[in-house]
C-alpha cells in the first residue's frame, strides 16, 4: 500500500509583526479623524466661521469703533484672539467627540484591535485634531479679513503658538474623552472649564486693565499665554513675557500628550 502523504499541519494566522512605527496603522487612524470632520464641514467648519464673525460684529462693529489698544486698531486686536479660540474650541471637540461616540456606540474595540501602540493612538487621534484646529483657524482668519488688516510681525509666533494650541487642546480632547462616561460630563469640562479659560484670556480686553485679584489669577490661565503670544505674531505686542509663553505651551504639550499616552498604555476606562 502507498505511503499516504504526511498531513499539512493547519496553524493560526500570526499577527503581522511591525518593526518600529506602524505607518500604514497610524496614516489610517489619522485619515479617519480627518474624514470624520470634513464630512460634516458645515457644523465644523462653517459654524465656528460664523460665530466668529458675529464677535467681530459685536465687539468690533459695535462696541469697538475707532478705538486702538497698543497702537494697533481694536480689530487687528480681537482678530487674533478669535481665531485663536476656534483653535481651541475645535481642536478639543474633535478628539473628545471623537472617542466618546465611539465609547457610546461600541466602536472603542476597532481602535484598540489593530496593530497600534499606545504613541500611535495619540498621534493619530492628537494629529487629527490639530488639523481641524489649524483648517478652522485658517478659515476663520479668511474670514475676518474684510474686518481688521493683520499685519504678520513674527509668523514663528503664529505658527508655534497656533500649532502648540492645537496639540494642547488635542491631547486635552483625548483625556477628556477617555474619561467621560455620558454626554453630560462633556458638556460640564466644555462649559464649565474650556470655555471660562478662553473668555478670561484676554481675548477682548487687556488683562493688565483688570482690577485685582483678577489680573493675577489671569497670569495662571494657559490661555492668556497662548493667544498673546498668538497675537503678538501679527502685532508684534504682547502683554506678557514670551519666553514664559513658550516654554509653558512646550511643556504643556509633552505632559498632555504623556497622560494621553499612560491612558492608552494602561487602558484607562478602554479595557474595563
Not at 479617519?32 to 458645515?42: D, H, L, P, Y
Not at 460684529?57 to 476656534?86: D, S
Not at 474619561?179 to 458638556?187: G, I, P, Q, S, Y
Request: with cysteine; charged share 10%; proline share 6%.
Amino acid at each position: 500500500m502507498r505511503d499516504m502523504p504526511d498531513a499539512e499541519v493547519a496553524l493560526p494566522p500570526q499577527p503581522r509583526a511591525y518593526h518600529g512605527v506602524n505607518w500604514e496603522g497610524l496614516k489610517t487612524l489619522y485619515v479617519r479623524e480627518v474624514r470624520r470632520f470634513m464630512k460634516v464641514g458645515m457644523q465644523t467648519l462653517a459654524a465656528p466661521v460664523v460665530t466668529a464673525l458675529l464677535y467681530m460684529l459685536v465687539f468690533v462693529v459695535a462696541v469697538g469703533g475707532a478705538r486702538e489698544v497698543h497702537g494697533v486698531a481694536y480689530g487687528t486686536f480681537v482678530a487674533p484672539g478669535l481665531i485663536m479660540m476656534q483653535i481651541l474650541s475645535n481642536a478639543f471637540a474633535n478628539s473628545s467627540s471623537s472617542l466618546l461616540q465611539a465609547k457610546f456606540n461600541g466602536l472603542m474595540g476597532d481602535f484598540m484591535t489593530p496593530p497600534l501602540t499606545p504613541g500611535e493612538h495619540v498621534v493619530g487621534f492628537g494629529g487629527g485634531a490639530a488639523t481641524r484646529g489649524i483648517v478652522v483657524g485658517l478659515v476663520s482668519l479668511v474670514a475676518v479679513l474684510p474686518f481688521a488688516r493683520l499685519p504678520i510681525a513674527q509668523p514663528w509666533a503664529i505658527v508655534f503658538f497656533g500649532l502648540g494650541a492645537a496639540l494642547i487642546m488635542g491631547f486635552i480632547g483625548i483625556m477628556a474623552g477617555l474619561w467621560a462616561e455620558k454626554f453630560d460630563h462633556m458638556a460640564a469640562v466644555t462649559n464649565f472649564v474650556i470655555m471660562p479659560m478662553t473668555f478670561l484670556s484676554g481675548t477682548f480686553y487687556l488683562v493688565e486693565r483688570l482690577p485685582e485679584p483678577f489680573r493675577t489669577f489671569s497670569h495662571f490661565n494657559p490661555f492668556f499665554y497662548l493667544i498673546d503670544g498668538f497675537r503678538y505674531g501679527f502685532t508684534g505686542q504682547a502683554e506678557s513675557n514670551l519666553a514664559i509663553g513658550a516654554a509653558m505651551t512646550a511643556v504643556l504639550t509633552v505632559v498632555t500628550g504623556a497622560v494621553c499616552l499612560w491612558m492608552f498604555r494602561t487602558g484607562y476606562k478602554i479595557k474595563t
